[in-house]
């Protein structure tokens, strides 16, 4: 459990500045008990007096925010099925190492782990470790956070281990979420779901992951794994999903499905800026698609087109089930959202109820780089904060 200073540090790095009262608020400890830990960590020069709040006609409170600066940095490891990104951040959320992304295939790789590691020791050559606060990983999959496993692996496969063997790797307190939940807890801090107590984070990417956040909290079910949007069966097509079934929305609404069309209709002689590379190289890949659609390649649209209208008849289930105030398209997906909007939207009309989806509002994420903020926030939610072990014994 987090003593008060490290749940204040905590609240201060999600909402900054915060008055005393408003620390008590969200932490739900008394004001004195606050008073006493935010001198402790004044201090020890681990947060900043701000000045004063505007007036509310009393007398005006101090503010107080972390004190950036002096304190250590967060690593994130971003991992999806073809590529792994990793990057430095401050405890404000600003990328001090530019972003490095490598193409790893999770289910190709002989050693995807191996490679990870390889990754994350060139990202950090010249970095100080010691500077690194703790390490955030999100990945797809059925995530268990709290034994740190990936139980979409067998036990003896390296990636159900991850988590435990980037931290030996790296000696430091390593963290793992799925990458849908990571994302969702990023738009709800620091997102188009901020300030909402009922939102669906829709991850548009290789699949269709979910995060929902229900009266205010994340979350996560019975088991931990709620939200697998991608596996509810809303296609009539008879192709195979990765999970091994039929039917699936993933087979029709995602990335992958886009991609695949586009290449059909290539294949088939339909004219498109994509065509010249495709005949070089076989195939095309997600950027080189959405830079297409947003130049105005009817092909590319089209692509999208299509996922977007599948995608508005899997939202459409949701609001039936959850009647969220909003719902919210992150991930990768977030690129081409003024294409999928209309489609969705179209969609929903057509298998909702309005009376219920009326007052449900679909927006496109503005939070670049949402995977990796959102891992960054898992590891500091997770951290014990051990920066003030350190710097209690430097200070006695």
């Given amino acids: 459990m987090k003593t008060l200073n490290q749940a204040i540090l905590t609240a201060l790095y999600y909402h900054t500045p915060q008055s005393i009262a408003e620390l008590s608020n969200t932490i739900g400890k008394s004001v ?19 000045g004063l709040a505007p007036s509310t006609g009393g007398r005006r409170a101090i503010h107080y925010s972390l004190n950036i600066p002096v304190l250590p940095n967060l690593l994130a490891i971003a991992i999806d099925q073809y590529n792994t990104s990793i990057s430095l951040l401050d405890l404000s959320n600003h990328i001090i190492k530019e972003l490095e992304q490598s193409p790893i295939h999770l289910d190709q790789s002989e050693n995807p782990v191996q490679e990870i590691l390889l990754l994350i020791d060139r990202f950090l050559e010249g970095q100080d470790k010691e500077n690194i606060l703790t390490v955030g990983i999100s990945m797809p999959g059925f995530v268990d956070s709290e034994k740190g496993i990936n139980t979409s692996y067998s036990s003896t496969h390296p990636l159900y281990s991850i988590k435990n063997t980037v931290e030996k790797h790296l000696q430091l307190p390593t963290y793992i979420e799925n990458d849908s939940t990571a994302i969702a807890i990023a738009e709800h801090q620091f997102g188009k779901a901020k300030g909402s107590n009922n939102a669906l984070v829709i991850n548009l990417n290789w699949g269709v992951g979910l995060g929902m956040i229900l009266e205010g909290k994340l979350f ?5 794994y709620a939200g697998e949007f ?79 209208y599948m995608l508005g008849k899997g939202i459409a289930t949701l609001i039936h089930i959850i009647n969220p105030e909003k719902v919210i398209i992150s991930g990768k997906g977030s690129e081409i959202g003024q294409i999928l909007l209309p489609q969705i939207q179209a969609s929903m009309l057509e298998f ?25 926030s898992v590891a500091v939610s997770s951290s014990s904060w051990e920066i003030t072990h350190k710097k209690n014994t430097k200070t006695n």
Avoid: M, W
């Avoid at 996560?220 to 931990?224: E, Q």
């Fill in 352 to 376: 909702s109820i309005q009376r219920l989806s009326k007052d449900t509002t679909i927006e496109i994420s503005t939070l670049h780089n949402a995977q990796i903020i959102g891992t960054a």
């Fill in 230 to 308: 991608s596996h509810i069966p809303l296609s009539n097509q008879n192709k195979l999903c990765s999970c091994g079934k039929r039917g699936c929305l993933e087979v029709e609404a995602s990335l992958i499905a886009a991609l695949g069309h586009a290449s059909e209709q290539i294949e088939n002689g339909q004219i498109s800026q994509l065509t010249a590379n495709y005949g070089q190289v076989g195939r095309i890949d997600i950027d080189q698609l959405i830079g297409a659609a947003l130049n105005g390649d009817q092909v590319a649209i089209e692509s999208f087109a299509k996922i977007g």
């Fill in 32 to 50: 004195p008990n606050i008073t006493r830990s935010v001198q402790e960590l004044l201090k020890d020069n681990l947060i900043n007096s701000d």
């Fill in 220 to 224: 996560k079910g019975h088991s931990g």
